[in-house]
């Protein structure tokens, strides 16, 4: 293994060289990809010795660009960019410019676009045993969007706890929200989550279309089944299709005072007795139960399918570039775009 580089995997059809970087101490070991920036395991070390990969993936990196695995798409893993969730019909204005992008999720844009940060091949900034910096420029134009967009990710392995933090700047005026995208099963990635219990600090839920796009309405959960102030299983009164939305963050939530980071959720396994909280710098979690994650041979011989993981995104609103009276989501020259969350882990 190269330090500087981690180990080498295999070459992209572009040319580029993938790598496979490994954070490391005595409670935890953390696998991330320099393709699409992917957390490919998180491995938690708990008592007895047991491990337990906390995360879905796959046993080889190759296996993300896997026509089978591309076909219906659920973003394993991934840095997302350069805007999570979806954006209404796919275009936006800035300074009373109007900007068309890629429409990849019917009339709606998804994610970043056809090839968003999920698809690119980040370049190594910095590795060490407990942290790796990523390194990305998305160019002017790239699934429409304006302005060259300088972005690094730093992800940082402390004790019992992963950080990873964005950090963006751009030449013009344009539009930044990102997240990752990482599917939590933690059973070592084994069977169905409908049984781990869940809390999120969120009194409102976004409204969202028919096809998934928030509204600009925030919706009460109280007496709904989005009701997750106190913790419950998910599957408790779940809808056929999971939970697939946007909550809006309580404000005065507790503070993790080394981090400065809003506790927002957490998720907790019966079976593994393993705990995992969720801690964030941005307004809002979108929690997604994984109902569209196809029928796929994951790592370590599990076999995945609809609710094998469920995500907890941390990000601004989506669609917020549409909604003047949400959170501003326009970066411009001289200003720097920062987001920071942490996933600790309790056994």
């Keep these: 293994m190269l330090k500087d580089k981690g180990q080498f995997c295999f070459k992209h059809s572009a040319g580029e060289d993938i790598y496979l970087f490994t954070l490391r101490n ?48 659920p973003y394993f893993g991934a840095a997302i960019g350069r805007y999570a969730n979806r954006i209404k019909n796919g275009q936006f204005s800035i300074d009373e410019k109007f900007y068309p992008l890629a429409k990849n999720r019917g009339t709606d844009h998804l994610h970043g676009g056809r090839a968003g940060f999920d698809k690119k091949v980040w370049k190594c900034d910095h590795y060490s045993n407990n942290k790796l910096v990523l390194k990305y420029r998305s160019k002017d134009g790239e699934e429409g969007y304006p302005g060259n967009l300088d972005i690094t990710i730093r992800f940082e392995l402390n004790n019992n706890e992963l950080l990873y933090e964005f950090f963006a700047n751009t030449d013009a005026p344009t539009t930044v929200n990102l997240t990752h995208h990482s599917y939590f099963n933690l059973n070592n990635g084994k069977g169905e989550i409908g049984d781990h219990t869940v809390k999120v600090n969120s009194s409102y839920i976004l409204e969202q279309d028919d096809n998934l796009v928030v509204t600009g309405k925030k919706l009460a959960v109280q007496n709904t089944p989005y009701d997750f102030r106190i913790p419950k299983r998910i599957n408790k009164e779940w809808p056929a299709i999971g ?105």
């Excluded at 993936?57 to 076909?71: K, M, Q, R, S, W």
């Excluded at 080394?258 to 079976?271: C, I, R, T, V």
């Design 26 to 73: 005595a409670n935890a070991e953390i696998s991330i990809i320099n393709y699409g920036a992917i957390i490919t395991s998180f491995k938690v070390k708990q008592p007895g010795g047991n491990i337990n990969d906390i995360v879905l993936g796959f046993d080889h990196p190759e296996d993300y660009l896997a026509e089978e695995y591309l076909a219906e798409y």
């Design 243 to 347: 939970y697939d939305q946007t909550f809006v963050l309580d404000e005065n939530l507790p503070m993790d005072l080394s981090s400065g980071l809003s506790f927002a959720a957490d998720a907790f396994s019966e079976k593994s007795n393993l705990k995992l909280e969720v801690y964030t710098s941005e307004p809002v979690v979108h929690f997604y139960t994984g109902k569209w994650i196809p029928v796929l041979k994951g790592k370590n011989g599990n076999q995945y399918g609809p609710f094998s993981g469920f995500c907890l995104e941390t990000q601004k609103h989506p669609n917020a570039i549409n909604i003047s009276h949400f959170p501003n989501t326009i970066l411009r020259p001289g200003e720097t775009y920062h987001t920071k969350t942490m996933y600790r882990i309790i056994t």
